[in-house]
């Protein structure tokens, strides 16, 4: 039986919307994590380093999973 629940097709979920928003977050966070550490504020600019090392992270997740849902 290939249907999920009441004969629908299983739910898939969306990859690449979640791959875009990772990418913009991690472009927006590094694009400001560099603003404030030229600015002199150290604080905000780990906050958003890390921030975009966890964008880092989820990047490399949904492409291996995108890799896995090919095969």
């Known amino acids: 039986m290939d249907g999920g ?3 629908f097709p ?3 979920s969306a990859l690449g919307l979640r791959l875009a928003l990772a990418l913009f977050g991690l472009l927006f966070c590094a694009g400001a994590c ?3 550490a030229v600015s002199d504020q150290p604080v ?4 958003l ?3 975009a090392l966890t964008a880092v992270v989820d990047l490399t997740v949904i492409v291996r999973r995108m890799r896995r849902e090919r095969r």
């Open 5 to 7: 629940p009441g004969g």
């Open 10 to 12: 299983p739910a898939r």
């Open 34 to 36: 560099v603003y404030y």
């Open 44 to 47: 905000p600019a780990v906050l």
């Open 49 to 51: 380093g890390v921030i």
